[in-house]
């Protein structure tokens, strides 16, 4: 289902249960007795990606994109440990094909063979400075992801969508079996993970509900969700066609709540979400918030300060931590 089944994953959704899941609303499910975050530094490894995905200002083109220098990373993780920062969130598109013939050439420059390799070592440098490391760094292999699990404290990757969206096509084209793969490698290698639906993108509530129980799916057999993200799509230089309206959401992050066991955190980012409109669907997270880099997935749109996240637990009633 969902292609998964190509990359040796099975896995179904039942129609009852997508049925049930639609009929969710915010007054189905409960607010969270409190609110969580983590302070964290952002280190973009790189900006290459093999992908076009059409909501995205992530990514560079070939002979623009950029790959962060060893010194440079330890430079970040030193100002977020400095900063009070318990987390060092690496991420990069997807492994860089090809194309980027130049980040290749650099990378056999500094003694590495794969982005993943370099990965390590760019882990193992956050180590150092007393950060835990988070690694997003899309599709993966089991190889891919055996390479850095063990200097990673979790990881993570958003599903997005089950759906066959057109901002997915091209000549690379971002496939739902392969995310889910990979979510399901990461259950296999015992890897505490991330992941999340990105809304407004194309699909439709039945697709919403599909994504969230296919995720509910794989932690069940697994055990290895900590937390799922409901991500509106941002407007942005690549993207015109707006974010899904305050309704729509409130809706969407009930249903993930409903989904999800009560041990797998609700996130809303603050920096991208009404999240005080948000408060009685069900959230208990705000996910990570820097204070010292930008959100350079998201540069648009700055993350809020900690007496904003303060602001924000009050108005819920409940504490934050």
């Known amino acids: 289902m969902f292609g998964a089944e190509a990359y040796g994953v099975e896995l179904s959704v039942a129609e009852a249960d ?10 189905d499910v409960d607010s969270a007795p409190e609110l969580s975050f983590a302070r964290n530094v952002f280190v973009p490894l790189t900006t290459a990606c093999r992908y076009t995905c059409g909501y995205c200002t992530y990514y560079d083109p070939p002979g623009e994109a950029e790959l962060l220098a060893p010194e440079a990373i330890r430079r970040i993780c030193e100002r977020g440990a400095a900063a009070g920062c318990t987390e060092a969130l690496f991420t990069f ?3 860089p094909d090809a194309r980027y013939d130049r980040i290749h050439d650099t990378l056999e420059a500094w003694g590495h063979d794969s982005i993943h390799s370099y990965l390590r070592s760019a882990c193992e440098i956050a180590l150092d400075c007393g950060l835990l490391p988070h690694s997003n760094p899309g599709d993966q292999t089991r190889e891919q992801m055996a390479t850095v699990a063990d200097v990673n404290a979790s990881m993570g990757v958003m599903l997005e969508t089950t759906a066959e969206v057109d901002v997915h096509a091209g000549a690379r084209r971002k496939e739902p079996g392969r995310r889910l793969a990979t979510i399901a490698t990461a259950g296999e290698l015992g890897v505490p993970f991330t992941t999340g639906i990105l809304v407004g993108v194309g699909e439709d509530w039945t697709d919403r509900a599909e994504s969230l129980l296919a995720i509910r799916a794989l932690h069940e057999r697994y055990g290895h969700v900590q937390e799922v993200i409901v991500q509106p799509v941002s407007e942005n230089d690549r993207w015109r066609r707006g974010s899904p309206d305050v309704e729509t959401l409130r809706r969407t992050t009930a249903m993930a709540r409903a989904a999800l066991p009560v041990g797998v955190s609700v996130q809303s980012p603050p920096n991208l979400a009404p999240v005080r409109e948000l408060l009685d669907c069900g959230i208990d997270d705000l996910g990570g918030v ?6 350079h997935i998201n540069p648009d749109y700055a993350w809020p300060g900690l007496r ?6 009050e108005t819920a009633g409940v504490p934050l931590r």
Not at 308 to 313: S, V
């Open 93 to 95: 598109g997807d492994e």
């Open 308 to 313: 904003e996240l303060e602001d924000i637990a």
């Open 18 to 27: 997508v049925q049930r899941l639609l009929s969710v609303t915010p007054a």
């Open 290 to 295: 820097s204070p010292v880099t930008d959100d």
